[in-house]
């Protein structure tokens, strides 16, 4: 067969922003991975961090005054706990819809079709709630009242 | 006076010949259609009136052979099943590509073959493993409309591939098995007829496979035919978790009639089915 030109039309990292019919649950799968990969972030360095410490008091102590200026206290560590909170609410959401819970059985498709979102817009509704009261409370704790 | 019937629209269309040109391009024509007239009439009106070079798939007319998925003014559709009136933006412009995910062959053809062997790895057929599908003919499967419900649903699909372009997943990794395959290894893995929940573990029970989801849901936002793949991917899971914790499913346990059903009779003039052209073998 004749090898012909051809286009690649892969959508990449876009089709993680847009695409589909731009549904809310695109967003917060997205939303997931950023957060997953913000903590994954965290982790590394919090084990180079604790590393440190096997190279001496000094090493720890320069490791530690780099990390506690305002940046990291009023930026860094409330986007860690942040990223923390959401995705593990939503994890929490996700490992229900994965084991099969919330999503519906399955139905004659009839037109307005109405899918297994809709059934499990409800749980996603209420882990987001918790996960807004959960950040309220550090909000308060960050930048509230004492600090 | 009744209304006018006629609108005149603008198609921005994505051209690419693979022999002429390094990158696609966009090229527009402005057209008059019939109020009415879907997206799929509107590209053969571009090609009997103005550019007969244009390029795209389609065969049914009538959503049912799923040839003509486009990206229609930004959004994964039929084009023989979206009114032009449904896709203006911009007043009078309606915007077609081809499916992005898939390479593109020529202007709005899509290479779909990587779908479909995705499809075929997964065996979309009843297995018997070992037994011939069919081992006493006249002689039938039996299922109730119970066990029916279980897949009916995932048997709508077309395999016009539209969920397999809306898929985040599937954008960055190719070597997902996407929405479409995996659905219909749900689809067997349910029938009560089937007993090939082992065969299609190993293609759809791997890092490329079902786990790769991670229910951004965007598969049933767009599918034409309310097949919801998306249930069928978490119901997938759920099957390979059960079988992990060794929870016993009676899979593969439909029973088969004694003989001709009973009080079935032919009626009168209907002919004999003619003989098999092609030789029965075990289905492994
Ligand atoms: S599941 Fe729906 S969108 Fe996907 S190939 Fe089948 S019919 Fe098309
Ligand atoms: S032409 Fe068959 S589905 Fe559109």
Redesign the pocket.
Known sequence: MVERKRYDNRLGFWGWLGGGRWGFERYVYTLHRVTGLGLLGYFLLHILLTTSRAFGEPAWTAWMDRVSGPVFRYVFEPLVFAAFVIHGMNGIRLILVELGFAVGKPEDPVYPYRTSLNKQRPLLVAVMIAAGVVLAIGGVDFFGMGH | MSETRILEVVYRVRRFHPEKDEKPYWQEYTIQVEKGATVLDGLHRIRETTDPTLSYRYSCRMGVC?SC?MLISGK?RLACNTQIEEVLIQGNLVTVAPLPNFDVVKDLVPDLAP?FEKHRAVRPHILREGDALDPEPGTEWLQTPQELDRYVQ?T?????????V?CPTFATDPEYLG??PL?QAYRYIADSRDGGFETRREIAGTAHGAYRCHYAGE?SN????????ARAIQLLKREFVLSYLKVIRHRGKASRSEGPIAGAERKAGVPEAPAYTIEQKPLT
């Open positions: 799923g998925g994964p779908l995932f709508y699909c077309i395999r016009c591939g539209l969920c397999m809306a929405p479409m659905a598969c767009v599918c034409p035919k309310g097949v919801d793949p």
